[in-house]
């Protein structure tokens, strides 16, 4: 009994001490992501705490923590700028009701759809912008406002105390896991600054995150159609990224802990929570891989982590605002340097002369898209790369094979399958004009899988018939010969041998 006690109690204390190391990662990127949205940094802190908490207590995946991401902030930005920060919230609720829908119509299951050239380009392609987003940290503001590169003494503070951050991260763990070595490195390297009166960038110079609990307010916005038309679009954009990021993020985590999330489970839990955040004047989000990486590497494996990461945020927002103040941006800084390092897919390097090349492509180019647009953009474009990669290599596998029979007819045997990307080369492998009067087309190896697949059948038919030459399909399911027109009737029948499959085809809808 006391050894399942103490199993209990150590996993809560990993739990808990890798909560308050996320908790100390959320603030410069909620604040951040806040400046890009548009609205007052509290409101992206408010919005990182409802996700996080909200999340855990009701999402799929223990260990992922989920929060205000910039994926979501960019798509906000023009909502905010163009009708204010209460169209915002009103949006956040009706984004969260799609996602509810979305698991509760059991939709989330569609993310095994998912290439693993994509998911390799996700994970690339974050990494680099999480990498890219720490970059801001090596500027400092001029009195005219104006952003300007680090130079002399602070540049050289700032790198060596991102490259201490990173040495105790990457060191500590070797000699002991008892407490998780970001928290370890931050404290550390706070420190170091603060009783060695060392002149860098701290969390205070960002921001003030000093706030109270959020208050609870219906959005003040006109309850009629015209914002209807307003919020419903950027709602649909909102809560398809946040879902693809989420779903994609709980992926990440199952292949790193061996165990599998409930996907349709965390959409609900990801539309629960950005629905609070639309009454509690929080900024919404998803899930983030950054904060979820550290979570998991540290111990995070369950949902307590969440809960402890986002009660130590409002901690901090509440009662500590002037100690979190004080944390060097630097320590942060490196703690997401080396998020970077373990995010990135570095064996992917490996494997661009292992795979075949259309799936090299496929990674790189979701991995770019990712940087230069958005997520949900890039994973939709790798799709259907994906597809067209796959349609078009299958669309060469389709073939005859020729059968001269005694009675002087001829029998074309099809094997591969016949859908829009293989109907050229379909009708390349027949010549009406030089064929024997009687010919028979048999589809017992080959598969009818669309509309195109009909009427390249169909228009066949018809060359034939122009030719004066009689031909014989033998081997369609029924779906197919109710859709033939042209070729309806010169299919032979037979119950026993004529095979069963639906075919992808409006007009069965």
């Known amino acids: 009994m006391f050894q399942i006690y103490y199993a209990h109690a150590a996993r809560a204390k990993d739990d808990i001490l890798s909560g308050l190391t996320v908790a100390f990662a959320l603030v410069p990127e909620a604040v951040a992501f806040a400046f890009v949205a548009g609205v007052n940094p509290l409101v992206g802190l408010y919005g990182a705490f409802l996700m996080g908490l909200v999340t855990s207590l009701a999402g799929g995946r223990p260990g992922m923590i989920s929060g205000a991401t910039g994926s979501m902030a960019v798509v906000m930005v023009a909502l905010v700028s163009q009708h204010g ?8 609720v009706l984004t969260g009701l799609l996602q509810i829908m979305f698991g509760a119509a059991r939709f989330g299951k569609y993310i095994r759809m998912v290439p693993y050239p994509v998911m390799l380009g996700f994970v690339n392609g974050l990494a680099i912008v999480i990498f890219l987003a720490q970059m801001e940290q090596f500027k400092s503001r001029a009195a005219d406002g ?13 790198l060596g105390l991102v490259a201490m951050t990173m040495a105790i991260m990457y060191f500590l763990p070797k000699i002991t896991r008892a407490i998780p070595a970001g928290l370890a490195a931050i404290i550390t390297i706070s420190l170091m600054v603060i009783f060695g009166g ?6 205070g110079d960002i921001a003030d995150i000093s706030g109270g609990f959020p208050a609870f307010h219906i959005p003040s916005v006109p309850f009629n ?16 990224v946040g879902l693809i990021e989420s779903l994609l993020t709980m992926s990440v985590v199952d292949e790193m802990t061996g165990t ?14 950005n629905t609070v955040n639309g009454f509690f004047g929080g900024m919404g989000g998803c899930a983030m891989i950054g904060q979820t990486m550290i979570n998991v590497t540290s111990g995070g494996l369950r949902n307590l982590s969440g809960i402890a990461a986002a009660l130590f945020l409002l901690i901090f927002i509440m009662f500590a605002s002037g100690l979190i103040a004080m944390v060097p941006v630097a320590a942060l800084v490196g703690l997401m340097f080396m998020v970077v390092i373990g995010t990135f897919e570095w064996g992917s390097f490996n494997l661009l002369r292992k795979i075949p090349h259309e799936d090299s492509f496929v990674g790189i180019l979701v991995a770019v898209v990712t940087v230069f647009t958005n997520l949900a953009t890039a994973v939709i474009i790798g799709v259907i790369a994906t597809a067209l990669v796959f349609a078009w290599k299958q669309a060469r596998y389709i073939y005859v094979i020729v059968e001269n029979r005694e009675d002087g007819s001829r029998v074309y045997r099809v094997h591969g399958p016949l859908f829009f990307a293989s109907v050229h080369r379909f009708n390349e492998l027949f010549d009406p004009d030089s064929d024997p009067d009687n010919v028979y087309i048999d589809c017992a190896m080959s598969r009818i899988a669309d509309h195109s697949a009909i009427e390249a059948i169909d228009n066949l038919a018809e060359r ?9 399909m033998k081997h369609l399911s029924p779906e197919c010969r109710q859709l033939l027109s042209t070729a309806a009737d010169l299919v032979e029948v037979n119950i026993k041998e004529d095979p069963t499959y639906h075919i992808a085809d409006d007009k069965l809808a």
């Open 225 to 240: 159609l015209e914002t209807l038309e307003i919020i419903l679009p950027y709602a649909f954009i909102l809560a398809g």
């Open 464 to 472: 034939y018939k122009q030719a004066g030459k009689h031909l014989h």
């Open 198 to 203: 060392l002149d860098t960038k701290t969390v």
């Open 260 to 273: 599998r999330g409930q996907g349709n489970r965390v959409s609900i839990g990801q539309g629960l929570a």
């Open 146 to 158: 104006t952003l300007h590169w680090l130079s002399g003494s602070p540049l050289l503070i700032m």
């Open 85 to 92: 920060v209460e169209y915002l919230f009103a949006t956040m």
